[in-house]
């Protein structure tokens, strides 16, 4: 029974992902098409200048939605579409990694969160699918009841993870569109536009938030269920 159920989610849950990845390709590629007076670079030089921020460099990187920010080495790392390009979709993504950038330099407390738990999803992410592999096999043992309590507790950290960044990127968009706005750089029409982008983004963030969480129930109900043996 609860297996059928988690497969209904799963289907569910994959097939949320694949509209919301559909939809977030085909706004990007329609507000790609919406010119701005300034390139994605520009946008994030200009944000960072407007907020303080001087120790931070706009990069351009190789790859499409790779758009990120790095706090380790300072830079704001824009895919080449979006630092070339001089539309809303470029001006959005761009505002959005600067105001992670923002949120950094003002110590926003989710952020900082995030950042303290990298290394140990790093380290989940690494061992998490062979110890629950190991406990699946081992399921009825008391060393398979443990190997599969360890997994459990690391797969909760990767979904406490995925939670926690859901604050972070919507808080980073909010950032964004505010600030186009009141830089002038987009009006009222395409700061519609930049905000309808930057939610289908943060879609994606719900959607696996809920995988992860999916995924973590399902391993909770084998672990009940084996521990009843």
Not at 8 to 25: D, K, R, T
């Amino acid at each position: 029974m609860g297996s059928s159920i988690y497969w209904i989610l799963f289907i569910g849950i994959a097939l949320a992902s694949w509209i919301v990845s559909a939809s977030l390709q085909r706004k990007f590629k329609r507000y790609a098409q919406e010119p701005l007076p300034l390139t994605g670079r520009e946008v994030a030089e200009k944000m960072l200048k407007d907020n303080g921020i001087a120790d931070v460099k706009v990069t351009c990187i190789k790859g499409q939605l790779t758009d990120h920010y790095n706090p380790a080495t300072q830079t704001v790392n824009l895919s080449e579409d979006v630092y070339h390009g001089a539309n809303v979709a470029a001006a959005a993504v761009a505002a959005h990694e600067c105001g992670h950038a923002v949120q950094h330099a003002t110590a926003y407390g989710p952020l900082g969160l995030r950042s303290a738990l990298v290394p140990v999803v790093s380290f989940s992410s690494k061992w998490v699918t062979w110890i629950i592999l190991g406990g699946l096999l081992l399921l009825g043992s008391g060393a398979g009841q443990i190997l599969l309590l360890v997994g459990i507790g690391l797969y909760a950290m990767i979904t406490l993870f995925s939670f926690i960044t859901l604050p972070v990127e919507v808080n980073a968009s909010q950032r964004a569109v505010n600030w186009l706005l009141e830089a002038g750089i987009t009006n009222r029409e395409t700061s519609a536009m930049a905000s309808d982008a930057l939610h289908s983004a943060a879609y994606t963030y719900v959607v696996a938030a809920l995988s992860a969480l999916a995924t973590l129930i399902y391993y909770i109900l084998i672990f009940l269920g084996g521990s009843r043996r």
